[in-house]
């Protein structure tokens, strides 16, 4: 489907074939298209065959060499080329009846349900983006001050916007408190983070925590304990088995990492300070968790994008707030707008508090040391760092056990 940027619509196409002297040779392909246009209705649709001017160029960076690696990043998905060209370029081959199937429905009737109730176009992308991985509507600033800041996760669909929705299911069965009946629990919530994972166009972060999801699922099913990081191990060897590339996949990597981080490090971080005061408590959980995943994902931050965010920890545990305030907030616009159910009052309120969440984040963004914007390590010192980190934590962990 064709994606809306400032200037142009960008397009993801299949090479089927070329057309060299009325000759058509059958070829094979993917490319991005970027075409030049200011209208905010694109007149192509998914499916549609179109004959386009052969100016593929190779895709190549920007030339910072503190900017991400976009052209690495494209080539290991299979996309090695691009195309700028103008609308008038295009013709159409061959027309493709839009296909309305549920998925399709159910993201026009969300995306309907944002636009009719959230004024405030911030407020509204960040809604699309965290409920359908519709990430094109926000501005160049907001990915800038988040990712300066680390929080840009809360808008890449992942394990946390699972973890999410699978609490909101846990709420309405909070009746069936015996564990005879946790099996029903799963039962249910497995289609519905399956289908939320299908509607966000299977982002390979989220296929993870789908996996790893189904696997716990599973281990009730059954009712046998899973162990966490088998867990993890499992649904890596699934997902690699269905789609090898994944392992290039930079969202893949940063998810596989994130958790593994949690599951071997939060509970030696968290012992480490005790609070008899429940919200302290509640409070040092989440800058433990924190603290967590940045041992063994800000290398891999650091070699890919070149920054190091100091203002992390301080920075995730109001985001997580925000992010489950808004995602449910989302939720319940796109439940009771198609109702007939006027939810602006709720979109006002969203929009709010996304205004005052900002103002903190590009605050902190605005006291990031510029140093830590501008780090650079190349494979082997990120291997080192990695190898120091593992040979430090066997270090520790076996020091204990003796």
């Not at 196409?13 to 075409?35: C, F, N, Q, R």
């Not at 694109?42 to 030339?63: A, M, R, V, W």
């Not at 690696?69 to 008038?88: E, L, S, T, V």
């Not at 707030?321 to 439940?335: A, K």
Request: aromatic residues 14%.
């Amino acid at each position: 489907e064709p994606v809306k940027k400032e200037k142009t619509w960008l397009l993801r196409i299949d090479i089927i074939a070329a057309l060299e002297e009325a000759i058509v040779k059958p070829t094979t392909g993917e490319s991005y298209v970027y075409v030049y246009s200011q209208d905010t209705i694109f007149p192509f649709h998914q499916g549609d065959e179109l004959i386009i001017p052969n100016k593929l160029t190779p895709i190549s960076n920007s030339g910072n060499p503190f900017a991400f690696d976009y052209a690495d990043y494209c080539n290991k998905k299979g996309i090695y080329h691009q195309a700028f060209i103008g609308i008038q370029d295009m013709v159409l081959f061959k027309k493709i009846d839009k296909n309305d199937n549920l998925i399709n429905i159910v993201k026009e009737s969300v995306q309907k349900s944002i636009a009719n109730n959230v004024h405030d176009p911030t407020t509204s992308g960040l809604m699309q983006a965290i409920m359908l991985n519709e990430r094109t509507l926000l501005h160049d600033d907001i990915w800038k001050t988040y990712s300066n800041t680390g929080i840009v996760h809360i808008i890449a669909i992942s394990g946390m916007h699972v973890s999410l929705l699978f609490g909101l299911l846990l709420y309405f069965f909070f009746w069936l408190k015996s564990k005879k009946w946790q099996w029903l629990k799963y039962a249910i919530a497995l289609p519905v983070v399956w289908f939320y994972v299908i509607l966000t166009d299977n982002p390979a972060s989220a296929v993870r925590a789908a996996v790893m999801f189904t696997i716990v699922a599973l281990s009730v099913f059954v009712r046998k304990e899973h162990n966490p990081v088998n867990s993890w191990a499992a649904a890596a060897f699934f997902m690699l088995f269905v789609q090898p590339n994944w392992l290039y996949d930079v969202g893949m990597q940063l998810s596989f990492l994130c958790i593994l981080s949690i599951v071997l490090f939060y509970n030696p971080v968290y012992r480490l300070v005790f609070l008899k005061n429940k919200l302290l408590d509640s409070l040092w959980k989440g800058i433990a968790v924190s603290l967590a995943v940045q041992i063994l994902v800000a290398p891999l931050v650091i070699y890919y994008f070149h920054q190091f965010p100091v203002w992390v920890v301080i920075a995730n545990i109001p985001a997580g707030i925000y992010s489950l305030v808004l995602m449910y907030g989302t939720i319940v616009i796109s439940i009771l707008s198609p109702m007939g159910v006027d939810c602006f009052w709720l979109g006002e309120l969203l929009s709010m508090l996304t205004h005052w969440f900002n103002v903190f984040i590009a605050l902190l963004s605005r006291f990031s040391p510029q140093n830590f914007m501008q780090l650079s390590i190349d494979i082997f010192e990120f291997w080192t760092m990695m190898i120091a980190i593992i040979l430090v934590t066997i270090f520790v962990f076996e020091k204990k056990i003796i």
